[in-house]
Structure formats: structure tokens, C-alpha cells
T-cell receptor, first 110, second 115 residues
Framework: NAGVTQTPKFRILKIGQSMTLQCTQD?????MYWYRQDPGMGLKLIYY???????DKGEVPNGYNVSRSTTEDFPLRLELAAPSQTSVYFC?????????FGEGSWLTVV | DQQVKQNSPSLSVQEGRISILNCDYT??????FLWYKKYPAEGPTFLIS?????DKNEDGRFTVFLNKSAKHLSLHIVPSQPGDSAVYFC??????????????FGKGTKLTVNP
């Protein structure tokens, strides 16, 4: 059982470039999330989805976009990368009374 | 406004002793609380949870206590082991429109268990 899989694990972007962080889960969960974690800080919610075709903003959505065309996949897109988006990104999905995280994607914008 | 606070950024204990990690929250709508631990370069992993209808939940060496009147919860690890050394996050959730669980995290407490 793969759980939550996110790619890439590491990426360096130049300012203004765009990229997509991929996230997929094989547990048939309806709820999926993208979080970012900055040094010394807790996890902050960027976007979440309650099912295929439904997405909503979290605490820090600016500079990001998401889509949810299938139950399994929840990609996060950065259109114009900025240094403030240097962070560790975690995708997650919710099961019964718990949440499963991917291993994280380390993104550096230079 | 930080709704979930872990006021101790770090904690150091001896192997075999008790580790107590604390968490305070401000939102009275929170009805479910979770603890996660995170090793370096890995994603957080679920540890233990508690519903607001309970005041204690135990799972092996891990016990979570909830004091709703004080808006405080704590995680006890007894006995502590060197493998428990990690960053521990407290998280809370409140019912939201659409029924999703939007978790709010504390900043974490780094636990070091010394052999």
C-alpha cells in the first residue's frame, strides 16, 4: 500500500518559473490537502479538496493553484515562483480520524 | 493569531523517564486533537488522537490528556526511548462547511531522549 506519494522530492526553481508538485493517494480518500512548512514554523494549509472537482483555499493560498480531476490526484501548481515560496511542501489525505502525509517536497526558489 | 500553541520549542529527557509535551489552543470549536511526530527529511506520521468527548486516550507508551476547561492537552511518553527523539506536532480540527477536517498545527516541540 503506497499511501500518499508526492513528487518531486527536491527541486530548485528560478524566480518566475512555474512547476507542479504531484500528489497521489491510493486509499480512496475524498479529502486531500497541501501544506507548507517553513523553518521553525508549524504546517500551514495552502489548499484542500473535499472530493473530485471540489477545491477550496486554506490559510496561505496566494501564488498557488490546485485541481482535483480524480479522487487519486491533487496537484499543486506554482505559476510564478517567488523566493517566499521556498519551503517544504506536504500533501496529505484524510482517513477515518487520522491524516496521512506524503514524505515532503523540498522546494528552493533562487 | 496562533490558535494552537506549543510553547516549548525543545525538551530533553533521559531514557526511561517520562516525556511530557504540552499544547494549548484558543478556539473552543476544536473538537478533535491529534499528535504527530516528524523525523528529519520525512513527512509527519500520526501518533495518537483524542476526541473532545474524552479526557484521556492511551496507546501503549503514549497517553494524551485533554483538559477542555483549560484548553490544554498534553502527550505523555512513558518510558521514553532514544528512538522517540523527533519533533512532535500538536494539531486540532473543527467541523467545517462541507465536513472536511482542516487541521491547525502548532509549531512543534523537538524532543531529545538521551541514552
Amino acid at each position: 500500500n503506497a499511501g500518499v506519494t508526492q513528487t518531486p522530492k527536491f527541486r530548485i526553481l528560478k524566480i518566475g518559473q512555474s512547476m507542479t508538485l504531484q500528489c497521489t493517494q491510493d486509499m480512496n480518500h475524498n479529502y486531500m490537502y497541501w501544506y507548507r512548512q517553513d523553518p521553525g514554523m508549524g504546517l500551514k494549509l495552502i489548499y484542500y479538496s473535499v472530493g473530485a472537482g471540489i477545491t477550496d483555499k486554506g490559510e496561505v493560498p496566494n501564488g498557488y493553484n490546485v485541481s482535483r480531476s480524480t479522487t487519486e490526484d491533487f496537484p499543486l501548481r506554482l505559476e510564478l515562483a517567488a523566493p517566499s515560496q521556498t519551503s517544504v511542501y506536504f500533501c496529505a489525505s484524510t482517513g477515518r480520524n487520522t491524516i496521512y502525509f506524503g514524505e515532503g517536497s523540498w522546494l528552493t526558489v533562487v | 493569531d496562533q490558535q494552537v500553541k506549543q510553547n516549548s520549542p525543545s525538551l530533553s529527557v533521559q531514557e526511561g523517564r517520562i516525556s511530557i509535551l504540552n499544547c494549548d489552543y484558543t478556539n473552543s470549536m476544536f473538537d478533535y486533537f491529534l499528535w504527530y511526530k516528524k523525523y528529519p527529511a520525512e513527512g509527519p506520521t500520526f501518533l495518537i488522537s483524542i476526541s473532545s468527548i474524552k479526557d484521556k486516550n492511551e496507546d501503549g507508551r503514549f497517553t494524551v490528556f485533554l483538559n477542555k476547561s483549560a484548553k490544554h492537552l498534553s502527550l505523555h511518553i512513558v518510558p521514553s526511548q532514544p528512538g522517540d527523539s523527533a519533533v512532535y506536532f500538536c494539531a486540532a480540527s473543527a467541523p467545517t462547511q462541507g465536513g472536511s477536517e482542516k487541521l491547525v498545527f502548532g509549531k512543534g516541540t523537538k524532543l531529545t531522549v538521551n541514552p
